[in-house]
Structure formats: structure tokens, C-alpha cells
């Protein structure tokens, strides 16, 4: 479904991305982990269109995304959830998800869209009139994730949906994570937890310093030793 060919992308002089090649397929789960300045962020920035390659293709059943403006990207079927949230604050969390939706053109989808997340999250119904800047960091996180649903996406780019998140909370999202990819939307997931993503992912892919270093199904990289003691501090 999503795919990426020998992508390349900089930062004025700074090489961030060398030569990256994945995909994601429909329904999968696919993670990628590395360190901190890996890459992984900038991947998914430049997915959204928000981050401009230097070379290399990124394309969504075959049309390609590289040239598109970030709004474009979304109708095309691609949301990120991004790191930190930024959920807008100051307006209501009914303001915030009503926002993810404005590329469904009928009121129809939009209500719909907005019954299907506050079914998923109905934590966020209870508080459709607070405003979001008031949510504790795991409503918030919910919010963020609903606000992209709204959309209807083929494919969703969640960064770093753990952050600042209590453990019990973690397991939440983790489960809602799952649950989306069951009923049908591709996720590509960057996660410092790696322990959590690769247990729910179906394959992932490594990063270090922009290059995709070892790609395998997530059980063999839970279970390499040399992935272990980099990344799940064994």
C-alpha cells in the first residue's frame, strides 16, 4: 500500500535520511526503531509532506506523494499522529476532532467519522465541550489519535504515541493501536519503546544514522540478540 523507494532527505548540509526503502502493507502493522537522530521522525514528516526529499519516491497504491502539499496527502489517505500531540489547546475536544475532519466534504461522513472515534474513545465523549488543553497527557494522546481517524486515512503514521504516558497508559494506546489495525488501516509506527512496538508490529525496520541497517518480522528482531542489547536494554 505505502511504499519507499531510495529516499533521501536533508536538513541544509545534513544528511538525515540516506537511502531508505520500506513499505507497509495493507492492514500491517510495520515499526521502525533506532536511536534518537536515527531518522525515524523525518520519515514520517516527509510521508506527510511536511519535509521535502532531495531524491527517492514515496507512493500510495502506486500514486505518487513526493510533489503533494500536506492537505493533499491527507484526502489521499495518509494521517499522522505526531509526536507530542499538538493538539490545539485552546478549543474544545469536539473543536479538535471536528478540525481532523474538514476533508469530508458531506456533514453526513463528518458526523459518522466523529460517531466511530467517540465509540473508540468514550473518555473524549464525556468531554466533547473541555477544552483539550485541560485533558490529562493519556486523554490528550486519545484526542490526537481520534483527531486523525477523523480523516478516514488508509494509512496511519503514529510518532512516538508513548511519550510522557504513565505504563498502564501505555498498554491503552497500545491496545487501541491494535484494535485500529484490525479493522482495516495500516500503521507505521515509530516508537522509543521498542519492546511495545515490535509486539504488536508484524515486521519492522531498523534505523541507524538515516540508513535501514537489518528489516525482518518483528519476532526475529525481538529475538536478535544484537537488536536486544541495543535496543531493548538487554
Known amino acids: 500500500m505505502l511504499r519507499i523507494n531510495d529516499l533521501h532527505v536533508y536538513y541544509g548540509a545534513i544528511h538525515a535520511v540516506r537511502g531508505v526503502t520500506l513499505e507497509v502493507g495493507p492492514s500491517e502493522i510495520v515499526t521502525l526503531i533506532g536511536s534518537n537522530g536515527a531518522g525515524k521522525s523525518t520519515i514520517l514528516r516527509t510521508i506527510s509532506g511536511l519535509q521535502r526529499p532531495r531524491s527517492g519516491s514515496i507512493t500510495l497504491n502506486g500514486t505518487e506523494l513526493t510533489r ?13 499522529v505526531p509526536e507530542g500531540r499538538h493538539i490545539f489547546a485552546n478549543l474544545t475536544v469536539r473543536e479538535n476532532l471536528e478540525l481532523g475532519g474538514y476533508t469530508l466534504a458531506r456533514p453526513s461522513d463528518r458526523q459518522e467519522a466523529m460517531e466511530r472515534v467517540l465509540e473508540r ?6 468531554r466533547l465541550k473541555q477544552y483539550a488543553g485541560t485533558l490529562s497527557g493519556g486523554e490528550q494522546q486519545m484526542l490526537a489519535i481520534g483527531r486523525a481517524l477523523m480523516a478516514r486515512p488508509r494509512v496511519l503514521l503514529l510518532d512516538e504515541p508513548s511519550l510522557g504516558l504513565a505504563p498502564q497508559l501505555v498498554h491503552d494506546i497500545f491496545a487501541i493501536i491494535r ?11 515509530v ?42 536494554g538487554e
Not at 503533494?68 to 499522522?80: L, T
Not at 508484524?202 to 541495543?230: C, F, K, S
Open 68 to 80: 503533494m502539499e500536506p492537505d493533499a496527502i491527507v484526502r489521499a489517505g495518509v494521517c499522522q
Open 121 to 126: 474513545f468514550p473518555r473524549l465523549r464525556e
Open 179 to 189: 484494535e485500529i489495525n484490525q479493522q482495516g488501516t495500516a500503521v507505521l509506527l
Open 191 to 232: 516508537e522509543q519503546n521498542a519492546h511495545m512496538a515490535l509486539g504488536i508490529a508484524g515486521r519492522g525496520y531498523v534505523l541507524e544514522t538515516g540508513r535501514v541497517v537489518l528489516t525482518d518480522a518483528a519476532q526475529n528482531l525481538l529475538n536478535n540478540p544484537e537488536v536486544r542489547r541495543a535496543y531493548l
